[in-house]
């Protein structure tokens, strides 16, 4: 029997208000702070407000600098390689606005949006130098569960190539390999860092997740300067989608590392037994939470009145 509709968009909903795993990650640095009416500041709000149209024009990463001396402002945009330039804008032009919120007199801050952008500015150099600090850890919140030293070797073994494939060259490379359920990687470097900062980094991304996402289905690191992320699902958009300077040049694929020919969207795969029991543990642990409240207000409301009653009846007397 199929699900109605609304289980999958319930069990949605619950699994983000419960894990929080779209929401922003910022960091707003404590190493200065500026007036609203400051020098800083009129170099800063039109730097932010200007980087969504500025990354239409340049692609996936922009970089500028607004002012001269202890008032100037180093800022920019990156969004992940694989992302349509429309959603691009769309992260960035939330971002920059978020950030200033989040981070209202802070001279220096970064903010990464849902894992698809990063913004950042500060009133120092921050240009073509790897930093990996402050990392962010998500971490998907499934606990995997079958041969997890199996899944672990090829987990290193298909993040490795994908590493090696994107400090090679484009700072960005998304992969797939065969498991008891596929496993998608995605890694992306700033693209103003060398080559072997950018590994450096996504070595270090790798070396975090096993302490913030071991024994877990899937978990991001996001740093200052790079980004891997991996997970039973496909998280990111189809190659079909991918810009053209930041398509892959024909040849031979790495093995294990093919994309399948057409492989489903994940929101038309029909969710693994496994998944559908969990839905169905969450909905019925949720539906009796609130029939056991409703159970406690009706007895307090005839507890209510049955005790009126006899106050009623004690008072004739």
Known sequence: MDRPSWVPLFSHVLITLWFGIAQPQQFCSNKGIFSVSSTYSNNLNPLLSSLPSRMEENGIFYKATVGQGPDKVYALALCRGDLPSEKCYSCVNATSQSIKQQCPNQKEAIMWTDSSCLVRYANRDIFTKMEEIPPFCVSNPNNFSGDFAKFNETLHGLMEKLITQASSGLKFATGYVSFTKPIY????????????????????????????????????????????????????????????????????????????PSPPSPANVSPPNQTRNKNVIIIAVSVASLVTVITIICALFLWRRMKQKVESKSRQF
């Open 185 to 260: 990687g995605l890694v992306q470097c700033i693209p103003d860092i060398s080559e072997s900062d950018c590994r450096i980094c996504l070595q270090k991304g790798m070396g975090e997740m096993e302490s913030c996402s071991g024994g877990h289905e899937g978990g991001r690191i996001l740093s200052p300067s790079c980004i891997v992320w991996f997970d039973l699902f496909r998280f990111y958009e189809p190659a079909g989608t991918l810009d053209a300077p930041l398509q892959f040049p024909p040849g031979p694929a790495p093995a294990n590392l093919t994309q399948p």
